[in-house]
């Protein structure tokens, strides 16, 4: 089974990253106040079942895709 | 205008992150054969038009935020 896995940083937590991105975009002309940046991961998970794939999806941005503490993350099936 | 953008690598780019991050969860026990990383931006863009928008979000992918040779991106309207 073919997923998706976003993680962002949760709101408040300080992004250098997307500034520094955000402040090239602006040098460049564009009319952008903020940016902030994540990680998409795209898994081919092993398994058949929609609801088990989506339990080791969470288990994974648990155990090691998304810091618990700064990260929030979301999970979406792609394809069978 | 609140937008999204997910750049990944084309198909047949070589992606370390990625592999590793494979084995990582296969070493967890996760059966999960492979793993693709990309980047996702939120933008906040100070137009009010979508079809505006839409353009202005090309043209920072074709300038910054992604690489025409090996990246393939896609944009999404997120908010008004």
Redesign the interface.
Known sequence: MRMKV?V?LKPGHFDPE?DV?AK??RD?G??????????????????SDRKEALK?AE??CK???ANPVKDDYSIEVLSP
């Open positions: 976003e962002r997307g991105t090239s975009l460049l564009f009319p952008v106040s903020t940016v902030k940046v994540g990680k998409v991961y795209i898994l081919e998970v092993e398994v080791l288990d994974m155990k090691l895709l």
